[in-house]
């Protein structure tokens, strides 16, 4: 079974500072999909990034990169220029593209970001 | 689109009641979720329906536990009796396809006392 790993439970970074948070995963698979989402304290679930193991560019969105590693199966995220409004729960999670009905998202047990003014 | 729509927001129930939590998908989604979170073991999968039709229930910590899926926009997931430790926050989610990401309803808290 695919695990995810999320060694950080809490991370600290001041406003307009540069974090990076983050994950590891083991599978067997080759083609997979990363994601990692965003929980404030409202407790919704936000997609922040996606990244499809088959492409090895890195995604980005706005102030938000991941550094994807397959090989060392490594999928940490950057968030640049923090805000205070990036002050979350971070989780990380894996997606298999599997046969037999294994599309099921497993989860990391999450990252706190607290952002410092 | 108005989203995943879960109810209740938040269920307080005695031990022993029955708990039905309700979720709507995305209209047009084929895949539903439903996962747990709590303190202790973060989210976990309890089962997932494609096309309705359950396909993986192994999440699901005992028989107490039961989720139907009757139609393509409605889904339940049924505690009976409910036990002070289900106390959690359930979350409902779907997705279009494997490749798509999934997305989250706002969650039932459930307080079992």
């Known amino acids: 079974a695919q695990t995810v790993t999320q060694s950080q439970p809490e991370m600290s970074v001041q406003e307009a500072e540069t974090v990076t948070l983050s994950c590891t995963y083991d599978?067997?698979?080759?083609?997979?999909?990363l994601f990692w989402y965003k929980q404030p304290p409202s407790r919704q679930m936000i997609l922040v990034i996606r990244?499809?193991?088959?492409?090895?560019q890195n995604a980005t969105e706005n102030r938000f990169s991941v550094n994807f590693q397959k090989a060392a199966k490594s999928f940490s995220l950057k968030i640049s220029d923090s805000q205070l409004g990036d002050a979350a729960m971070y989780f990380c999670?894996?997606?298999?593209?599997?046969?037999?009905?294994?599309?099921?998202?497993?989860f990391g047990k999450g990252t706190k970001l607290t952002v410092n003014p | 689109d108005a989203g995943v729509i879960q109810s209740p927001r938040h269920e307080v129930t005695e031990m022993g009641q029955e708990v039905t939590l309700r979720c709507k998908p995305i209209?047009?989604?084929?895949?539903l979720f439903w996962y747990r979170q709590t303190m202790m073991r973060g989210l976990e999968l309890l089962i997932y329906?494609?096309?309705?039709?359950?396909?993986?229930d192994s999440g699901m910590p005992e028989d107490r536990f039961s989720a139907k899926m009757p139609n393509a926009s409605f889904s339940t997931l049924k505690i009976q009796p409910s036990e002070p430790r289900d106390s959690a926050v359930y979350f409902c989610?779907?997705?279009?396809?494997?490749?798509?990401?999934?997305?989250f309803g706002n969650g039932t808290r459930l307080t079992v006392t």
């Open positions: 989610a779907s997705s279009f396809e494997v490749y798509s990401p999934l997305h």
């Open positions: 599978t067997s698979e080759s083609d997979y999909y």
């Open positions: 990244q499809e193991a088959y492409k090895q």
């Open positions: 999670a894996y997606r298999s593209v599997g046969q037999g009905g294994s599309e099921k998202l497993v």
């Open positions: 209209s047009g989604h084929n895949s």
């Open positions: 329906f494609n096309n309705n039709v359950p396909i993986d």
